[in-house]
């Protein structure tokens, strides 16, 4: 018997298998999704793949882990306080809640709360993008105070994407102004552009503006619409058919850079 044992756990979202000693240390972990047993002991490579054999599936590589890649090396040494990855879809707008919730009771909905409905919807379809070979950041802070709402890197490129709240009302979108209902118009186009080119100029990058409405009764653009790609909620999903732009080590090395709070501080 060679004494190992079989933990697992959950690291960035996806499950590991680590195999330890029975004094606790690891000699090698199983990431099922690379299909790939990592050892850190070259000489235990039977006992560890003894033990594993009930939970492998398929075919595994069996080897030392892989050199991390650039990007990988700058995630590992990111300090947690500057890390935009963990940051949720609203996450500035929960925060601001959170410190201060408004009266108990008002006449009106806090429009925070619906400005916070349009976020969440957006990047939870954006989210779903991740198995496509995507990264999204949420919430990622522009010098002044201004956001942009959502950062999405994949092989399509990249885009800077702004959440309306359009509950059951039509978008009449006549460049650069947005009339939302019956409300007065707002040159909201000429915000979600400027977001976009400062994400642009911090990542060096072409950054696409976005804007995305949350289940509106109908969008209509009055004339065409410079630059501004205009999509649904239910549309965000299309983005995952753009491919071409990106290899998957571009988009990793610009997700390792836009993840970095001190990227977008001189913007």
Partial sequence: MSGLRVIPT??????????????GRNVAWYDREAARVNLLSVDRAEDVL??????LTGQVTVGPPPVPTPAELARLS?????DLAPNRPGEALLVALDRDPGPPR???PDPRRRELAAQQAVGD????????GWHTLHSVPLPGGDLVHHLAIGPGGLFA??????HKQRVLITDPMVALGRRDPHPLLRRVRSAADRASYALTAEVHPVLAAVDPTEVTA???????????DTEIANLARLGGVLKPA?????HAMARDRNTWTRV
Avoid at 125 to 132: E, H, I, Q, S, T
């Fill in 250 to 254: 571009d988009v990793e090395a610009l």
């Fill in 125 to 132: 379809a954006l989210d779903r993008l991740d198995g496509a």
């Fill in 10 to 23: 959950w690291r960035h979202g996806q499950e590991r298998l680590y195999v330890c000693l029975p004094d």
């Fill in 50 to 55: 003894e033990a594993l054999r009930p939970f």
């Fill in 78 to 82: 990111l300090h947690p306080d500057d």
């Fill in 106 to 108: 008002r006449l009106r």
């Fill in 222 to 232: 009055a004339g065409p619409v410079r630059e501004v790609r205009i999509l649904k």
């Fill in 161 to 166: 994407i702004h959440a309306l709240y359009a």
